[in-house]
């Protein structure tokens, strides 16, 4: 009888072991990790800070350093922390922690003719743009980019700087890299913009050379959800490698009311290979020439969820307060849709996000693309005044 009992003991003791040693939080890798950061989520009901600075303590009695990056606690209970191997192994073992994602780059996915299109149904173009509504006014659209020139003459005084997750100064005109200059000046410029009487906000998620790291975009929309003054609209002219936290961020913002619009990538790609794009609860933008075919280097597929211009698009410049340049690419492309969307915000500052994106999606021109390449064929439109 002994020998049983002793070597049931043995069995459980033996059971309990094998179950603690494969206990692991799930761990994703990411295309483009960044080398030892990781994101960290834990369950909704825990506390961060008390479960971070334990595993601080306890990474530190075993000769490592756990260093956390960013916090997230609005959108996803969450930290960005760099864990060197055994620190990795110490945070996926504990109970609290669900998953763990490589931390990863992105970037930025880089009349004017575009306006002239967005109002009028077929080509050619009139040379005018007179949408409805009264241009946005009162709408606060939030510019995940790599900053705004707040000064440039397009924005009067109604640009912004709301928040920086970079890690370095940039100088007083809030923008080293130009791309976000020009996505903000697309959406509420007074020349150039879709809807010339929003406000614009910097959120700084990306750097100078036009790249950032996933856990910084998420910083910036958990910010938005923190902060953001309503009624708000975030532009996402940015993507990278597909990632659950991302996507999990992305979904509860929308579930905060704040209506997100997104780049489908300049690959020639899957979108639904990438986050943002590949969200269900994001408005996915693919970029359209000035015949209205598909630009040769816009993403497709099925997580795209219309065309809009992208090609030569003029806007602000970075460089100086009256300067001004063309680019194209998604980027130019997803500015048009969140200006749009701002001007019917305006119209109705009540709208939920899913009757903000079904009016964008049903008022779009339909077969003007021709081969969208498994994307619906729908081309941005604004109803005329």
Known sequence: MMQQILVFVILVV?????????????????E?????????????DVDQDAISDSLIRTARTQGETLIVRKRLRKLINAFVANLPARALRLVRSHEAVRYVEQDS?????????GL???????????????????????????????GIRTTHEEFEDRA????????????????CQGHGTHCASTIGGKVYGVAPKAHVHSVRVLGCSGSGSKGGVMAGMDWVAENGERPAIVSMSLGGSGSYAEDEVLTNLDASGVLVVVAAGNSDYEACRRSPARSREALTVGASEIDDARAYFSNWGGCVDLFAPGRYITAASWLGDDLYRSISGTSMATPHVAGVAAVHLGVNPNYSTRELRDIIMNSAARNKIGDPHGAPDLLLQIPRA
Request: hydrophobic share 40%; charged share 25%.
């Open 160 to 175: 912004f700087i709301a928040y920086d997750a970079m890690q370095y100064a940039i100088g007083a005109d809030g923008d």
């Open 14 to 30: 033996t059971l309990q072991m094998v179950a603690g040693r494969a206990r692991l939080a799930p761990l994703y890798k990411s």
């Open 32 to 44: 483009d990790a960044i080398k030892g950061d990781y994101i960290v989520v834990l369950k909704n």
């Open 116 to 146: 002239d299109r967005l109002d009028q149904r077929d080509l050619p173009l009139d040379d005018s743009y007179m949408p409805v509504g009264d241009g946005g006014a009162g709408v606060n659209v939030y510019v995940l980019d790599t």
């Open 105 to 113: 780059l992105v970037y930025a996915d880089t009349t004017t003719w």
